[in-house]
C-alpha cells in the first residue's frame, strides 16, 4: 500500500505510473558503497530522537542491522529502463489465472468476507481486488528484511524523515506484539503484508479480523482482508456503489481524461454516453468523472468515489483500473474474456503471464540466460528480448514482450512479411548475437557496429560478443533452465 508522500514512487513490480511511453528512460544506477560506520552513527542519533521516542531500547537495539543494504537506495534512485502501456500494465495484472485463482479465493474465504462485508460495508470483490494485485492472493509477499531496508533509508540518501518515521512504526508493530520479527519482510520500500500496509497505515488502520489478539497481516488472510476493507472505508468507499462502469462514446464525442471531474450519471447520458454494450447509463453512481487511460480511442469509463478509494491504495489510474477490472472478473465469476469491450488502440496488445512464461522458456532455449522462468518480464528479460529483436533485425528492438514478439519466438502463428511490414522477418544479411553470460546480465545491451543501408530501414548488426562462445542448457530438479558456458577449447 502507497498511500503517503511517497505514493508516487515505485514500490514493488506492481507500481507503475499513468505514461503510456514505451522507450527507454535511464538505466539502473549502481549500488552505492554505503559506510557501515555511518548507518551506526546514524542509528545513535536515531534512538534518541523525538520519533523513536515510543521504541524501547530493548526491540530498537535487538533489530538494529549490522550493516546497510546498498540495494534499497539503488532501488530508490532506479528509475525503469522500459515503462508499460496500460494494456501491458492490465493484462500482466488482470489475466485468466488471476481471475480464477479469485474466484476460489471468494469461496474459500466466503463466510470471512461476507462478516468483513457486513462490518465494514465493502464488497467483498472488491477487497479481493485489492488483494490480487497487491500480492497476487498472498503469494508474492516480498522478501527484504524490514528492519535493514527501513533502517539504510532512514540514513542515507534523499527522504530520510519519511523513512525514519517508517522505521520506528515497524519496530513499533513487533514491540506491541502484532507481527513476529521473522515475518517482517516485505518490498524494498517497507510495504508488507498480504495486502501491503506500509508501517504508518499499519498502526493507523490494522484491525484483529480473527480474535486472537493480534493484527497479523502477513499469517492472518481475515486480518489482512478486514483491514484493506477498513482502509477503503476510511478512505470515503461508498457501500452499495459500483466503482464505476466502461461505457461507449457517441460518434465525434471529444472529452479528455478527468475523473476528478465528476458530474450526474444524467449529465453523461444526455452527452450520449451508454454502456459499452450499448445499453442505457445505471443510475447507481450519485456522480461520476470520465477516465480515458489511452485516449478517446481506447476504452472509456465513467468512474466513482470507489474507484477513487482504489487509487488512494497507490496512487496510480491503472493500479485503480486493475482493482475494477478484476473485481468484476471475479463477480462474474467469468475467466474465459478479461478484455474490456472496447479493444486498445494498438495492434499489438498485451500478453498474460503464461505467456510471459513462454517467452522466457523460449529465450532460455535460444541460448539466453535470464534466470528462471516467472512470468515476470523484468528488466533481464526485457534486455534480452531487446538482443533476440536485434539478431533478428526486427526493429525497433524495444525489448517489449506483445502478442507480436510471442507469436514470434513461441511460434503459435509465424509472422509474415505482409503482416507486420518485416517487422519480425530476419535481413539476409543480419547475424544473430551470442547470448550473453550470466555474470553479464546487466550489460545485454551492448554497442552495436552499424552498416548504413539504403536500401533497407533495419541496420546490419554486428556480433556483439566472440564467435568462439558457446552454451550448455542445463534443467535442474525444479524443472528450471540455466546456462552454463562453454568457450572452444577450454
Request: charged share 20%; with cysteine; hydrophobic share 35%.
Amino acid at each position: 500500500m502507497r498511500m503517503t508522500p511517497f505514493s508516487t514512487l515505485s514500490l514493488l513490480s506492481l507500481a507503475v505510473g499513468f505514461s503510456l511511453a514505451s522507450t527507454a528512460q535511464a538505466a539502473q544506477p549502481p549500488a552505492p558503497d554505503l559506510s557501515n560506520s555511518e548507518l551506526q552513527q546514524c542509528l545513535d542519533g536515531l534512538k534518541n530522537s523525538s520519533k523513536f521516542r515510543d521504541v524501547d531500547s530493548f526491540t530498537f537495539n535487538n533489530y538494529r542491522p549490522s550493516q546497510p543494504d546498498p540495494s534499497v537506495i539503488q532501488s530508490l534512485n532506479y528509475q525503469p529502463e522500459f515503462q508499460k502501456d496500460v494494456w501491458d500494465y492490465l493484462s500482466s495484472l488482470v489475466d485468466k489465472e488471476r481471475v480464477e485463482d479469485g474466484v476460489r479465493a471468494k469461496r474459500q474465504w466466503g463466510d470471512t468476507l461476507r462478516q468483513i462485508e457486513s462490518r465494514y460495508g465493502v464488497k467483498a470483490e472488491h477487497v479481493l481486488g485489492v488483494w490480487g494485485v497487491e500480492s497476487n492472493f498472498g503469494q508474492i509477499l516480498g522478501k527484504k528484511p524490514l528492519f535493514e531496508s527501513l533502517a539504510t533509508l532512514s540514513c542515507f540518501d534523499r527522504r530520510q524523515s519519511y523513512f525514519q518515521g517508517e522505521y520506528a512504526n515497524a519496530l513499533k508493530i513487533v514491540q506491541n506484539g502484532d507481527i513476529a520479527p521473522n515475518d517482517m519482510t516485505g518490498s524494498w520500500a517497507g510495504a508488507f503484508g498480504q495486502t501491503q500496509f506500509m508501517p504508518s497505515t499499519f498502526l493507523e488502520l490494522a484491525v484483529d479480523f480473527d480474535g486472537d489478539g493480534r493484527r497479523d497481516l502477513v499469517n492472518s488472510v481475515p486480518d489482512a482482508l478486514a483491514s484493506t476493507a477498513n482502509f477503503l472505508d476510511n478512505r470515503g468507499y461508498r457501500t452499495g456503489e459500483p466503482w464505476g462502469y466502461e461505457v461507449k462514446l457517441p460518434d465525434g464525442f471529444w472529452a479528455a481524461s478527468d475523473r476528478k471531474n465528476k458530474k450526474s450519471m444524467s449529465y453523461w447520458s444526455n452527452q450520449g454516453l451508454t454502456l459499452a454494450n450499448g445499453g442505457s447509463l445505471p443510475s447507481d453512481l450519485s456522480s461520476a468523472g470520465l477516465l480515458l487511460p489511452a485516449g478517446i480511442e481506447g476504452p472509456a469509463f465513467l468512474v466513482g468515489k470507489n474507484f477513487d478509494t482504489f487509487y488512494s491504495y497507490n496512487a496510480s489510474e491503472n493500479y485503480a483500473l486493475a482493482i475494477a477490472h478484476l473485481s468484476d472478473l471475479i463477480t462474474r465469476e467469468d475467466s474465459s474474456k478479461t478484455d474490456f469491450v472496447t479493444a486498445w488502440p494498438t495492434d499489438d496488445p498485451g500478453i498474460s503471464r503464461q505467456q510471459s512464461k513462454e517467452i522466457q522458456q523460449a529465450l532460455l532455449n535460444a541460448g539466453y540466460d535470464i534466470g528462471g522462468v516467472d512470468g515476470i518480464i523484468g528488466d533481464n528479460t526485457r534486455t534480452a528480448i531487446q538482443q533476440y529483436q536485434s539478431s533478428k533485425g526486427i526493429f525497433p528492438a524495444d525489448g517489449r514482450a506483445g502478442q507480436k514478439f510471442y507469436r514470434a519466438i513461441v511460434g503459435n502463428a509465424a509472422p509474415s512479411r505482409s503482416q507486420y511490414g518485416n517487422q519480425y522477418s530476419q535481413p539476409a544479411n543480419s547475424q544473430p548475437l551470442n547470448p550473453a553470460s550470466a555474470d553479464r546480465m546487466g550489460q545485454l545491451i551492448q554497442r552495436q557496429t552499424t552498416t548504413p543501408n539504403t536500401y533497407s530501414a533495419q541496420p546490419t548488426i554486428q556480433p556483439s560478443t566472440p564467435s568462439n562462445t558457446r552454451y550448455r542448457r542445463v534443467t535442474d530438479a525444479n524443472g528450471t533452465i540455466k546456462l552454463v558456458r562453454i568457450d572452444e577449447g577450454s
